[in-house]
Structures are given as C-alpha cells and as structure tokens.
C-alpha cells in the first residue's frame, strides 16, 4: 500500500449522494487542482462536473476515492477500486464492527475486497488536507488552506469536525479520522504524517489503544524525524478486575499504564481538547521546550497572580539575577519593581520604544520561555490600536534575544485569530487561556524532557495472546523463596507445627519474631498475623490462637528499624501485558492508592523516578528527623522483580511484595510478606532463569 497517492492525489473518485457532493464543494473551496470524478447511477452532472455511471466507466485509475454509500454496496465498490489499480478508498459507511456480529461478517468481507488497496475506515469522515485541498470528508469543515502545519489524528469523526472549527488560530496540515481502523490503524497514521516535511507536530484524540509495540515504533520514527506528539486520551476510568488474593492490580488501571506509555515514549498527555490546542501551537510555532523556566511580563499584577496558580511543579518562574535586576531598575519607572514576574504597570502603555527596553532587558535573563500578557479589546467593538505598543514592543525583544516567546491572553475570547496569525508569522506563538496555555506549556517542556532520554527498549506485552486463565497460588514460603533466587532480600524465617516447634523456632532465631499463619490471604484482615513476639509464652499463645486458621506456621525474624513500607508488585494489562506496581506499603496500601506504574522493560533511572512520585517520597529522605531510607536497594529489588518477568513474561500472573521494608541508607530492604500467582499453563520458552527458580523453590 503507498500513502503518496492518498496525500498527493491528482485525481479523485466520489461515489453517493449529499455526503460526496460535500466532498467534491469543499474540494473547490480548498482551491483542489486536481480531476474530480462523480460517481452516481442516475445524475449527469454534479457541481459542473459530469457523472460516471460505474467504476468501469471511469476515465483512469484513480489515487484516492471516496465511498460514501451504504455498506453493502461499499464492499462491491471498493472490491472494483482495488481491482482497477485504485491508490486508496476513505469508506464513510457505518454498519461494520461496531454494529455487532452481522457488522463484523461485513468488516472481514470489506477487507478481502481490499486487496492491495489502501482503506480507510470505515465508519469514517475521512481526510483533510489542508497542504493540497484534497478534501476526502463529508461535512463542512473550518479550516484554512497552509503551508505548513500540524496533522491531527482522531478516533471520532466528530471532535474531528468540531476541532477544524476552532478559533484559536491553529494551522492545521492534514486531519485524519480514523475509524475502524480496519487497514490502518493510529501507529501507520503517525509513522505517515511523522515523514511529511511539512507536518512540524502530531496532534492525538485517542479513545482505544493500538498495540503498544507497533505505537512505540511509530512514536520512535517521529522522534528521531523531530516531529514532537501531543495525546488527549479519553476513558479515565479503572480496569474492571476481580482480584483473590492480591493487592497489585487493584492500584493502577488501564488510564494509568496509558499515562506509563505516553511518557515512556516522550507523547506528552494533555487532558482538554482546548490544552491539545494550545500545545499544539506551541510545538508548532517554538518546538519542544529545554525547561520549564517561565518569564512572565504583564501590565497587571492580577494577571500575573493567576498565571503563577495556574503553574503546577514542572514550572517556575524564577527570580531574576541581581545582574538583571540592577539593570532592569535603572530604567523602569521608580514605582515598577525589577522582579520576575514582572509588572510593567501602564506608565509607558503604547510607548513601543521603552517597552521594548523593558521587555530587553527583562529577556536578557536565562528563561526557557518568555510570555507577555495581553488581553485584546474585541475587533467588532472597541479599537485595538493602543496594544500594538506592548505587542510590538515584546515581538522586537524576542526577535533581538533570539529566544522564545508567547503572548498569552488569559481567556480564549480575548485574543483573536488575526491576531495569532499576524504573531506567529514573526515566531511569536499565542496561548489562548491561562489553564489551557500552561498546558500547553508544560506539554512542550514534557517532550523535550522526553527526548533528552535515551530511546526506551521495546515492551513487554502480550498484545493478541490468550493465556490459560487456571493458575497457581504459591504460599508466603513458596514465593518468598522465588524470590531469594533472584536476590530479594527475605527475613531468616521457619516453617513449623504446634506450639513446640514454634517456639523452638523463635528461640533458634533470635527474639523479637513474627508469627503467621500459612496459607491465609490477606492474612492481617483475619488476625493471622502476630508481630514483635518477645518471648516463649507470646509465641506459643499466638500459634494457639491461629490454629483455627492454619495448620502450618512461619515463624520470621523480626525486622527491625523500618524506615518507610512500599509494596512492589507484579499484575497483567491485556494490552500491555505484565507491568510493576509501586506504592506506599502496608496495611492501608488499596485505602491511600498511592502508587506508580512501570512497564517492562524498565531502568533503574525510571525506577527511582517513578519512586520520587509517590506521595510518601517524604518518608525516604528522613522524614522529620528519621534517617533516608535505602533506596538504591529498594530499587535493586523492584529491578529484581522485573527481570523475574523477563526471564519468563507468561509466568507470573500476580505478585505482591507488601510491605517491602526500607532500612535506613546502607542497611538494605527486607521483603517482609509476599505472594505470588502463576499460570498454570506450561510456559513455551525454553528453559530459563525462572524455571530454575520455581523447581528450587519447591526443593
């Protein structure tokens, strides 16, 4: 399949009613070059063009056609396109897999009268191109024609529509809807308008995820061709899942492995169509941003006050040096105070040559970014004419710097098309709102950070595969003997029966212990848990009273000095297959939800990041007084647990670690409880590390 026909057609074929007649109206609005062919059974002329009757009667083979009938008659017509040479079809009709089982017959007969052809949809508007006016879509549309400009990709025709009706100034290059996705899916759209020379960034509506290998390979072309991705990604909901015996998956859900990949893969997430807006310009007009380094200049302090709420930690605006600001005083008025922000006030409103001496000096600072706010008077009432001195003035101080700018308004309503237009022709982007321009901009600092990173590995999924949904329950000793294998840090530990063999343990041991009973779920929650036993009778009268419980005891060495609990586990995505949870550990682990999520392949950088997130971060850098926690041997075991999934990805099925015990630095971790969940079904690698593991875990 070539995409170069779709996205350069010189001919096009349109085949239905009202829906292809739009097509081909607002192909001439565009000002489209190329040769229209109408397809219909009974007009003659459509638009000022004549009508064909068939695929047959057509003059050639042409590169693009648009389908616009019902889905029956779809399948006919496309089967015709493919068989005369056609370069690509947009199918409009609905009717195929989202209408149910009949429609999935449909969609598979659809695709084998494809052929080699190029398909897309269906249940689709289509294209617009932006660059050429080949308008392959079936509604009105409220763009302009470019030069150059971002493509936008949508998994709803719809916001599709409704977003080439935004007033924000925003050129856009191509828009593409995608519908089914039938033959080609978000990952060959990015891959597509990555390598257009006049696409400067991505924009993604994103409901449901593609396969997340094929995405990264597309992501990593767009990367490494500097065409920065921008994602709104809907459906925040968490994954519907019954759990038995674990904690792990009930902490993240599927939103949240979407957010995991998006960052692996340096695609900043914004969460408002008007934020995906607004970064899109910013990419555009100023690529991705070194830092989030804010200056921010404004005729007014209460501007400035919302701009610097609005900012969240991946932003500042600091002070200026006392070089700066010795500068900046000697020529302010004496009532401006030299700060960032900064507060110009209206001594010197309109006066272009000393505002551009302000706004200089000002940006002579090291700022990642610079904005001036401006909220215009609007066009149809007032006079806009006394702006053009701050406007001005900061256009010429960016443009003498060399640095990068935006004015930013501080809603959407004061700040005009006209003039984000005018602006952007001299490198000047406009953010249309504070909540959404900020953003915006921390989308741009997001991709940047991103891109500094080494590329990631490919991921571990298990995309497409099914797995036997029997599995195996290891007990406390089971899993934590795994565990050694690898490394994990376990407590000196017994397994006994009755009372006299318990004791006996703890003596062997060393008081304080720890008394459990074997084979018990959430083991806490049952009272089959006794902990800091100092002595023969409270070991004895524990093993008395869980013997309606178990059996069968573990009697552990008490560890002591704990600094901070995390709980490191291991749960399953059917997308994006096995993936580590980390979080806040203990007892309140599913009440605080408190965790991150990492997918694997992953690095001990990413691991002490995701680590730094936490909202317990406090606890491991001393805590009012307490020593910092081992981290670097709590990031050994998470790492630890990450290779046991490698070693064999179809294995484990659930792990937790709760509490995984953080020791003050130099004193290690202790994996205090644990337990594991295998498939059952025989794994189809070859003998591995793992499978080592497990056999002497049972020995």
Same mark, same amino acid.
């Given at each position: 399949?070539?995409?170069?026909?779709?996205l350069?057609?010189?001919?096009?074929?349109?085949?239905?009613?009202?829906?292809?007649q739009?097509?081909?109206?607002?192909?001439?609005?565009?000002?489209?070059?190329g040769?229209?062919?109408?397809?219909?059974?009974?007009?003659?002329?459509?638009?000022?063009?004549?009508?064909?009757?068939?695929?047959?009667?057509?003059?050639?083979?042409?590169?693009?056609?648009?389908?616009?009938?019902?889905?029956?008659?779809?399948?006919?017509?496309?089967?015709?396109?493919?068989?005369?040479?056609?370069?690509?079809?947009?199918?409009?009709?609905?009717?195929?897999?989202?209408?149910?089982?009949?429609?999935?017959?449909?969609?598979?007969?659809?695709?084998?009268?494809?052929?080699?052809?190029?398909?897309?949809g269906?249940?689709?508007?289509?294209?617009?191109n932006?660059l050429?006016?080949?308008?392959?879509?079936?509604?009105?549309?409220?763009s302009?024609?470019?030069?150059?400009?971002?493509?936008?990709?949508?998994?709803?025709?719809?916001?599709?529509?409704?977003?080439?009706?935004?007033?924000?100034?925003?050129?856009?290059?191509?828009?593409?809807?995608?519908?089914?996705?039938?033959?080609?899916?978000?990952?060959?759209?990015?891959?597509?308008?990555?390598?257009?020379?006049?696409?400067?960034?991505i924009g993604?509506?994103?409901?449901?995820?593609?396969?997340?290998?094929?995405?990264?390979?597309?992501?990593?072309?767009?990367?490494?061709?500097?065409?920065?991705?921008?994602?709104?990604? @809907?459906?925040?909901?968490?994954?519907?899942?019954?759990?038995?015996?674990?904690?792990?998956?009930?902490?993240?859900?599927?939103?949240?492995?979407?957010?995991?990949?998006?960052e692996?893969?340096?695609?900043?997430?914004?969460?408002?169509?008007?934020?995906?807006?607004?970064?899109?310009?910013?990419?555009?007009?100023?690529?991705?941003?070194?830092?989030?380094?804010?200056?921010?200049?404004?005729?007014?302090?209460?501007?400035? @006050?919302?701009?610097?709420?609005?900012?969240?930690?991946?932003?500042?605006?600091?002070?200026l040096?006392?070089?700066?600001?010795?500068?900046?005083?000697?020529?302010?008025?004496?009532?401006?105070?030299?700060?960032?922000?900064?507060?110009?006030?209206?001594?010197?409103?309109?006066?272009?040559?000393?505002?551009?001496?302000?706004?200089?000096?000002?940006?002579?600072?090291?700022?990642?970014?610079?904005?001036?706010?401006?909220?215009?008077?609007?066009?149809?009432?007032?006079?806009?004419?006394?702006?053009?001195?701050?406007?001005?003035?900061?256009?010429?101080?960016?443009?003498?710097?060399?640095?990068?700018?935006?004015?930013?308004?501080?809603?959407?309503?004061?700040?005009?098309?006209?003039?984000?237009?005018?602006?952007?022709?001299?490198?000047?982007?406009?953010?249309?709102g504070?909540?959404?321009?900020?953003?915006?901009?921390?989308?741009?600092?997001?991709?940047?950070?991103?891109?500094?990173?080494?590329?990631?590995?490919?991921?571990?999924?298990?995309?497409?595969?099914?797995?036997?949904?029997?599995?195996?329950?290891?007990d406390?000793?089971?899993?934590?003997?795994?565990?050694?294998?690898?490394?994990?840090?376990?407590?000196?530990?017994?397994?006994?029966?009755?009372?006299?063999?318990?004791?006996?343990?703890?003596?062997?041991?060393?008081?304080?212990?720890?008394?459990?009973?074997?084979?018990?779920?959430?083991?806490?929650?049952?009272?089959?848990?006794?902990?800091?036993?100092?002595?023969?009778?409270?070991?004895?009268?524990?093993?008395?009273?869980?013997?309606?419980?178990?059996?069968?005891?573990?009697?552990?060495?008490?560890?002591?000095g704990?600094?901070?609990?995390?709980?490191?586990?291991?749960?399953?995505?059917?997308?994006?297959?096995?993936?580590?949870?980390?979080?806040?550990?203990?007892?309140?682990?599913?009440?605080?939800?408190?965790?991150?999520?990492?997918?694997?392949?992953?690095?001990?950088?990413?691991?002490?990041?995701?680590?730094?997130?936490?909202?317990?971060?406090?606890?491991?850098?001393?805590?009012?007084?307490?020593?910092?926690?081992?981290?670097?041997?709590?990031?050994?075991?998470?790492?630890?647990?990450?290779?046991?999934?490698e070693?064999?990805?179809?294995?484990?099925?659930?792990?937790?670690?709760?509490?995984?015990?953080?020791?003050?630095?130099?004193?290690?971790?202790?994996?205090?409880?644990?337990?594991?969940?295998?498939?059952?079904?025989?794994?189809?690698?070859?003998?591995?590390?793992?499978?080592?593991?497990?056999?002497?875990?049972?020995?």
């Amino acid at each position: 399949m070539s995409i170069e026909r779709l996205l350069e057609p010189c001919s096009i074929a349109v085949f239905g009613g009202a829906q292809a007649q739009e097509v081909i109206r607002q192909s001439d609005l565009m000002g489209y070059k190329g040769e229209i062919w109408p397809v219909h059974p009974k007009k003659t002329e459509i638009l000022g063009r004549t009508v064909y009757r068939s695929v047959a009667d057509l003059p050639g083979s042409p590169d693009a056609a648009y389908v616009g009938v019902n889905c029956h008659l779809t399948i006919d017509i496309v089967r015709e396109l493919a068989a005369i040479g056609t370069g690509s079809a947009v199918c409009f009709a609905t009717g195929y897999s989202e209408a149910g089982e009949e429609g999935i017959e449909l969609e598979e007969q659809l695709l084998e009268a494809s052929g080699d052809m190029l398909l897309i949809g269906p249940n689709t508007y289509g294209l617009l191109n932006y660059l050429n006016g080949a308008m392959l879509w079936p509604d009105q549309q409220g763009s302009r024609r470019v030069d150059e400009g971002v493509a936008i990709i949508t998994m709803s025709s719809n916001v599709g529509f409704n977003l080439t009706m935004q007033r924000r100034g925003l050129p856009i290059a191509y828009m593409m809807s995608l519908g089914n996705r039938l033959k080609f899916d978000l990952h060959d759209a990015i891959d597509t308008f990555a390598r257009q020379d006049r696409v400067t960034a991505i924009g993604l509506y994103v409901e449901a995820m593609p396969e997340p290998k094929a995405l990264q390979e597309a992501v990593n072309i767009a990367r490494k061709l500097g065409k920065p991705i921008v994602a709104i990604k @809907t459906g925040r909901s968490e994954i519907g899942r019954k759990m038995v015996v674990s904690h792990t998956a009930s902490l993240a859900g599927s939103d949240t492995l979407v957010s995991a990949l998006f960052e692996r893969l340096g695609i900043a997430r914004v969460g408002t169509l008007e934020a995906l807006i607004e970064a899109l310009k910013v990419l555009h007009v100023l690529g991705p941003l070194k830092g989030g380094r804010i200056g921010a200049m404004s005729s007014s302090g209460g501007d400035l @006050t919302l701009l610097a709420d609005a900012m969240g930690p991946g932003l500042t605006m600091p002070p200026l040096s006392a070089e700066i600001t010795k500068r900046l005083d000697e020529i302010v008025h004496e009532r401006i105070m030299a700060a960032n922000p900064f507060d110009y006030q209206m001594f010197d409103w309109n006066d272009e040559v000393r505002l551009t001496e302000y706004f200089s000096t000002f940006l002579s600072e090291d700022f990642d970014v610079s904005l001036c706010l401006l909220d215009y008077p609007r066009e149809d009432l007032c006079d806009q004419s006394t702006w053009g001195g701050a406007e001005r003035g900061f256009v010429r101080a960016i443009q003498q710097s060399g640095t990068k700018g935006a004015i930013l308004a501080t809603f959407s309503d004061t700040i005009s098309e006209s003039v984000t237009s005018r602006l952007m022709k001299e490198g000047i982007a406009t953010l249309a709102g504070i909540d959404a321009g900020v953003a915006g901009i921390q989308a741009a600092v997001d991709v940047d950070a991103a891109w500094r990173q080494p590329l990631k590995p490919p991921l571990l999924t298990s995309f497409g595969q099914q797995r036997d949904s029997s599995v195996k329950v290891l007990d406390e000793v089971e899993s934590k003997a795994l565990l050694d294998w690898y490394g994990v840090p376990i407590p000196a530990a017994r397994v006994v029966r009755g009372a006299g063999e318990a004791t006996a343990a703890a003596r062997e041991l060393g008081y304080p212990v720890v008394v459990k009973a074997l084979g018990v779920a959430h083991k806490t929650d049952v009272g089959g848990v006794r902990l800091n036993l100092g002595s023969v009778d409270e070991v004895s009268a524990a093993v008395e009273e869980m013997s309606g419980l178990s059996d069968s005891y573990l009697i552990e060495k008490m560890v002591i000095g704990a600094v901070a609990e995390l709980i490191v586990g291991v749960a399953r995505d059917e997308q994006f297959g096995p993936y580590i949870v980390i979080g806040g550990g203990g007892i309140l682990v599913e009440l605080m939800k408190d965790s991150a999520s990492l997918l694997i392949p992953t690095s001990r950088q990413q691991v002490l990041h995701a680590l730094g997130t936490l909202n317990c971060e406090p606890l491991f850098s001393g805590f009012r007084g307490s020593p910092p926690a081992d981290l670097n041997a709590a990031a050994d075991v998470i790492l630890a647990v990450a290779e046991m999934v490698e070693d064999d990805p179809s294995a484990i099925v659930e792990l937790d670690i709760n509490p995984l015990i953080l020791l003050e630095e130099g004193r290690g971790v202790v994996a205090a409880d644990a337990l594991i969940v295998l498939s059952a079904e025989p794994s189809s690698e070859p003998v591995s590390k793992f499978k080592l593991a497990k056999e002497k875990s049972h020995e």
